[in-house]
C-alpha cells in the first residue's frame, strides 16, 4: 500500500513537473500560424549579447537590465481584426498563477501586466494587449527580472513611463 | 493343481499388482529355494530384484503425514511465489508508467522547445533590437497606465491643498470669535 501510494505521488509529480505552463500552451497553439508572429530570443542570444563590450551608455544599461533574462517570447496577431485572440489570451492565462501587476481597461483596449514570483524575485512578466483596432500581443519574459534596472534602461533608451517601474520596489 | 501352475498364478497376481505380502513372499521363497524352470527365469531375477529393492526401502510410519506436509508446504510456497510475481508485476507496470510519463513529458516539452527554437533569432543586431523594441512596447503601455495614477496623484495633491485652506480658514474663524469675545468684554466694563 505503502509503495503504491509512493508510486502515485511520484507520477502525480512528475505530471505536474511536466505539466505544460498556460504560456506554452498558447504558443504551442498559435506559433507559425498564418496572421501570427513568433519571436523568441533565447538565454543563449542574451549571454551573447552581454560579452559584447561597447562604449555606448545606451548598450551598457540594456546590458544590465537584461543581465538576469533568459528569453524574450513574443506572440502578435497581424492584422488588427484580432478581438478574438486577445480575448482568448485573458481566457487562458489562469490569473491564479500571476500576479496582477496593473490592468488598464479602454474602450477599445485592454492591457494586463501579469508576474509570477518566486523567493520574492520576478521570474516571469507577462504583458497581454486585447485591442480592437491594433494588434494584439502576448510578451512573456523570464528569468531573474530585475523591474527597477529595466525601468532604468527606459530612462536610459528614453522611453517614457518605464521609470515608474522603480515605484514598485 | 501342481506347483508350477500354482506359482503362474501368483506370478500373474503379482504382476497386475494383485498379490498378497504372503503371495510375494512365497514367490520370493520359491525362486531362492527351488530350481527354477527356464521358462520362468526371467520372472526369477524380476521378482528377487523386487523383493531387494522393497527390502531396501524403508517406510517410515509417518510417511503419509510428511507426505501431508510436503503438499501444505508446496501449496504456500506457491501461493508467497504468486503473491510476490503480483507485487512485482505492479511494481513493474508503476516504473514503466513513470519511465513513460517521463518520456512523455522530455518529448512535449523538446518538441515545443524545438518548435519554438525556429523562431528564435540568430542574428545578434536584430536580437538587440528586437528586444528593445519589446521593452519600448512594455514602456509606453506601463506609461499609458500610470499616467492615469499620476493624474490621480495630482488630483490628491489638489485635495491636500484645500483641507490646508480650510484649516487657515476655521483658524481665522476661531480668531474672529475671539475678537468678538474681546469687544463684549469692553462693552461689559464700560
Redesign the interface.
Known amino acids: 500500500m505503502k509503495k503504491v501510494l509512493i508510486t502515485l505521488v511520484f507520477i502525480t509529480l512528475t505530471g505536474t513537473i511536466f505539466a505544460q505552463s498556460a504560456v506554452d500552451k498558447i504558443f504551442n497553439k498559435y506559433a507559425g500560424k498564418d496572421g501570427y508572429t513568433t519571436v523568441v530570443i533565447n538565454s543563449f542570444m542574451f549571454k551573447f549579447l552581454s560579452k559584447i563590450e561597447t562604449n555606448d551608455p545606451e548598450y551598457e544599461s540594456f546590458k544590465n537590465a537584461t543581465s538576469g533574462i533568459e528569453s524574450i517570447r513574443i506572440l502578435t496577431q497581424d492584422g488588427g481584426n484580432s478581438a478574438g485572440f486577445g480575448k482568448e489570451l485573458l481566457n487562458i492565462l489562469p490569473r491564479k498563477e500571476y500576479e496582477e501587476l496593473m490592468v488598464v481597461k479602454e474602450a477599445t483596449e485592454e492591457v494586463v501586466f501579469l508576474i509570477k514570483e518566486e523567493g520574492g524575485k520576478v521570474r516571469e512578466f507577462l504583458l497581454i494587449v486585447s485591442s480592437q483596432d491594433d494588434d494584439d500581443a502576448l510578451i512573456v519574459i523570464t528569468g531573474n527580472i530585475d523591474l527597477e534596472s529595466i525601468a532604468s534602461l527606459a530612462s536610459g533608451l528614453d522611453l517614457p513611463g518605464m521609470e515608474n517601474l522603480q515605484d514598485l520596489e | 493343481m501342481d506347483k508350477l501352475t500354482h506359482i503362474k498364478e501368483i506370478l500373474g497376481r503379482f504382476y497386475e499388482g494383485s498379490a498378497s505380502l504372503q503371495e510375494e513372499k512365497e514367490l520370493e521363497a520359491y525362486f531362492l529355494s527351488e530350481k527354477v524352470p527356464e521358462e520362468l527365469s526371467a520372472d526369477k531375477e524380476f521378482v528377487l530384484a523386487s523383493a531387494k529393492l522393497m527390502e531396501a526401502i524403508e517406510i517410515p510410519d509417518d510417511l503419509d503425514a510428511k507426505i501431508l506436509d510436503r503438499i501444505t508446504l508446496a501449496e504456500q510456497s506457491e501461493r508467497k511465489v504468486r503473491r510476490i510475481s503480483v507485487y512485482s508485476l505492479?511494481?513493474l507496470a508503476?516504473g514503466l508508467?513513470?519511465l513513460f510519463?517521463?518520456y512523455?513529458?522530455?518529448l512535449?516539452?523538446n518538441n515545443?522547445n524545438s518548435?519554438?527554437?525556429?523562431?528564435?533569432?540568430?542574428d545578434?543586431e536584430r536580437?538587440?533590437q528586437?528586444?528593445?523594441k519589446?521593452?519600448?512596447?512594455?514602456?509606453?503601455?506601463?506609461?499609458?497606465?500610470?499616467?492615469?495614477?499620476n493624474n490621480l496623484q495630482e488630483v490628491n495633491r489638489g485635495i491636500e491643498s484645500i483641507s490646508t485652506i480650510n484649516k487657515i480658514s476655521s483658524g481665522s474663524r476661531e480668531l474672529n470669535l475671539l475678537g468678538n469675545l474681546k469687544k463684549a468684554e469692553n462693552i461689559t466694563i464700560q
Open positions: 505492479s511494481g508503476a508508467l513513470i510519463s517521463v512523455l513529458g522530455i512535449r516539452e515545443l518548435r519554438l527554437d525556429q523562431y528564435a533569432i540568430e545578434p536580437a538587440y528586437e528586444a528593445r519589446a521593452l519600448e512596447f512594455v514602456s509606453a503601455k506601463w506609461n499609458a497606465g500610470t499616467s492615469e495614477l
